[in-house]
């Protein structure tokens, strides 16, 4: 039985997925693309073992979860893919009703909870699938995420615009874990030794795209109006590790998700075991 992994279909992700299916033996798995949004729901429900997937799933479902040590989609300071579009500036944005990109999970959470503890702002929250000049009509701010974000940024016209990255490593000086590599329990018991495989494939290809980056952005050549010099500038600005000061982030945005009853409680992180 092929295992079934999930593709986050960001240009974010190009740079793991590229090298792992360039470089490894990948007959064993099944990859199967989708937003964020979508595979946190595919993951949730067994429909594929292993995924990346936001950090915030992880902490609402924990009992469901193991977590792949070392890995991640993180950013230290700016992260460049989550921004807050905004006709006004952030002093102006208290008691306003802000839009959401229904992309994401955990970006959301983070939007709520600096607004909250930065500012001390109440705001009002909706989601929609509108492009950010249309949301921009209806709403005085626009959270995006994603290619969405990176190719709205170049073209940003009078706008404020906010990185979340930036903005919670100025309130907390640590990395922020947009998302954790999630392999469901029962596949790390059932498909245990393919995981295991797949998780050493996987190490292998983070070490080896970060010393391939240019190789890759000339191969791949989906960037479009992104341009390849600013796609390697991203790429080298995500962080794809999951490190002690990766983790002491994670459990300080747990924390604040907790204090404003976004989870039940801080969960312990229980990680999958090759061995």
Known sequence: MALRVGEINYSNCIPIFYTLKKRHHCADYTFIQGIPSELNQLISD??????????????????RY?????LSISSIKKVESILLFSKLPMEELNNKTIALTKASATSTVLLKILLKKMYNYSNTFVEIVDCLEEGLRKYPAYLL???EALN???????????????????????????????????????????????????????????????????????????GSEMLIRYWKTISYDLTKKHIEGLLEFYNYSKIENIIKKVPELN?????
């Open 152 to 226: 709205e940024n170049i073209n940003k016209k009078r706008l404020f615009v906010y990185d979340l990255g930036e903005l919670w490593y100025n309130l907390t000086g640590k990395p922020f874990v947009f998302a954790l590599w999630l392999v469901r329990r029962e596949s790390s018991s059932s498909q245990k030794e393919l995981i295991a495989q797949f998780y050493k494939d996987l190490l292998a290809s983070k070490k080896e795209a970060y010393k391939d980056l240019v190789n890759i952005v000339d191969d791949v050549k989906i960037y479009n109006n992104i």
């Open 66 to 70: 193991l977590i792949l040590p070392e």
């Open 46 to 63: 067994g429909r594929i073992d292993i995924s990346p997937s936001s950090s915030i799933e992880y902490a609402i479902n924990p009992e």
């Open 145 to 147: 995420i994603g290619d």
């Open 271 to 275: 990680f999958f075991t090759p061995d």
